[in-house]
């Protein structure tokens, strides 16, 4: 049972209110006082009872805090018993409370304590442990063994690092070991292949090339570019090519296609060029 009364707004379920079948045959004026009392119970210790200063809400304060006579609110609160929207608990000093209430309320003080504790702990997680480090390409270079350590093959991994790094899908050491128990059972030029495949296809883990991608696995590394430079001539002819392309077309739909299917890497500097040179807007 959560001890401590509610802070700040009352949370409130506005489709269960507006389509619960049960509540719906209420009459307005009976969902109305069980407004009423649901403030009172998001105000109550313990969360969901009428009481006030550890003092059960008697009748009479009710049906003045709602605004109804007292025979009034005795006839309404026994319809919001009968279906099950509010309970009494029929001691001597019988108090009122709203079980839908009492509940949300030991949830939340539930996880406000397991939360203050790491959370579940059965799952091996504490905040004493220390954050995983953050993984770096050298880390991730020297897992390799010094079979798969080439300079072809440094070009294709660094190339597949940077992407997962734009997208912000870090590595994490559970991570490099995956990839690293998958590259040894390669031979250096298939895992080549497979680690360029990734980055072209923009996968976040090692799969088997598609078939057709590259019947020569050297013929897929020889097609990659060796160098930065190599990498920024191919990327300008690419641009070029692009800007052309779209020179050619008229309205700002057709633009915006052809940017969009352009190589992610030129998408930007595709759409910065448009507006400049051809006053382009997105559609």
């Given at each position: 049972?959560?001890?401590?009364?509610?802070?700040?707004?009352?949370?409130?379920?506005?489709?269960?209110?507006?389509?619960?079948?049960?509540?719906?045959?209420?009459?307005?004026?009976d969902r109305g006082v069980l407004v009423d009392l649901m403030c009172l119970a998001?105000?109550?210790?313990?969360?969901?009872?009428?009481?006030?200063?550890?003092?059960?809400?008697?009748?009479?304060?009710?049906?003045?805090?709602?605004?109804?006579?007292?025979?009034?609110?005795?006839?309404?609160?026994?319809?919001?018993?009968?279906?099950?929207?509010?309970?009494?608990?029929?001691?001597?000093?019988?108090?009122?409370?709203?079980?839908?209430?009492?509940?949300?309320?030991?949830?939340?003080?539930?996880?406000?304590?397991?939360?203050?504790?790491?959370?579940?702990?059965?799952?091996?997680?504490?905040?004493?442990?220390?954050?995983?480090?953050?993984?770096?390409?050298?880390?991730?270079?020297?897992?390799?063994p010094t079979s798969h350590q080439s300079d072809e093959m440094k070009e294709a991994?660094?190339?597949?690092?940077?992407?997962?790094?734009?997208?912000?899908?870090?590595?994490?050491?559970?991570?490099?070991?995956?990839?690293?128990?998958?590259?040894?059972?390669?031979?250096?030029?298939?895992?080549?292949?497979?680690?360029?495949?990734?980055?072209?296809?923009?996968?976040?883990?090692?799969?088997?090339?598609?078939?057709?991608?590259?019947?020569?696995?050297?013929?897929?590394?020889?097609?990659?570019?060796?160098?930065?430079?190599?990498?920024?001539?191919?990327?300008?002819?690419?641009?070029?090519?692009?800007?052309?392309?779209?020179?050619?077309?008229?309205?700002?739909?057709?633009?915006?296609?052809?940017?969009?299917?352009?190589?992610?890497?030129?998408?930007?500097?595709?759409?910065?060029w448009a507006v400049t040179a051809l006053d382009f807007k997105r559609p």
């Amino acid at each position: 049972m959560a001890k401590q009364k509610g802070e700040g707004a009352l949370q409130l379920n506005t489709e269960v209110w507006l389509l619960d079948a049960v509540l719906r045959d209420h009459t307005p004026h009976d969902r109305g006082v069980l407004v009423d009392l649901m403030c009172l119970a998001h105000r109550g210790e313990p969360y969901g009872f009428l009481v006030q200063s550890d003092r059960p809400l008697s009748d009479k304060m009710i049906a003045r805090t709602a605004g109804i006579e007292l025979a009034d609110w005795k006839e309404t609160s026994a319809r919001l018993i009968e279906t099950g929207r509010i309970k009494s608990t029929g001691a001597n000093k019988p108090s009122f409370y709203i079980p839908k209430m009492v509940k949300d309320g030991a949830v939340r003080q539930a996880a406000r304590e397991g939360g203050s504790k790491g959370g579940n702990l059965a799952l091996g997680g504490s905040r004493s442990e220390p954050r995983s480090k953050v993984i770096t390409f050298g880390y991730l270079w020297n897992c390799l063994p010094t079979s798969h350590q080439s300079d072809e093959m440094k070009e294709a991994m660094q190339a597949w690092w940077e992407f997962r790094q734009r997208k912000r899908v870090v590595f994490t050491k559970p991570a490099v070991s995956r990839a690293v128990s998958v590259l040894v059972k390669l031979s250096p030029e298939e895992a080549i292949t497979w680690i360029w495949c990734a980055h072209d296809k923009q996968w976040r883990g090692l799969y088997p090339p598609p078939q057709g991608y590259s019947s020569d696995p050297t013929a897929m590394v020889t097609s990659q570019p060796k160098t930065r430079k190599a990498k920024a001539k191919k990327s300008e002819s690419e641009f070029g090519e692009y800007c052309k392309k779209l020179s050619k077309l008229k309205t700002n739909l057709q633009i915006w296609d052809v940017i969009c299917n352009a190589p992610h890497d030129l998408v930007h500097q595709l759409e910065k060029w448009a507006v400049t040179a051809l006053d382009f807007k997105r559609p």
